[in-house]
């Protein structure tokens, strides 16, 4: 893992069915992201949203992943 907390990809893939942070990078679209999204049998999947994902992420284009922060405590 990198010191700030980011996996890569290359390195170690989180649980399946776990939402994470991911950092989405492809060479063909114009800027990067982070979205909430989870690793699946079919692959990369962001937007879940009751347990329906609203848009499958390619192959490859994401580069790296995080476990989600702790929600506020107050």
């Known amino acids: 893992a990198c010191d700030d907390g ?3 990809v290359d ?3 989180p649980e399946l069915d776990t939402a994470v942070l991911m950092f989405i990078r492809q ?3 114009p800027h990067e992201a982070v979205v ?3 690793l ?3 692959g990369w999947a962001m937007g ?3 347990d329906t994902a609203v848009a499958l992420v390619p ?3 994401v580069t790296h992943w995080r476990e989600l922060p702790e929600g506020p405590r107050s």
Request: charged content about 40%.
């Open 36 to 38: 909430i999204g989870e």
């Open 6 to 8: 980011w996996v890569r």
């Open 48 to 50: 879940e949203l009751f």
């Open 59 to 61: 192959r490859g284009a």
């Open 11 to 13: 390195e170690r893939l």
């Open 27 to 29: 060479s063909d679209y």
């Open 40 to 42: 699946g049998t079919d």
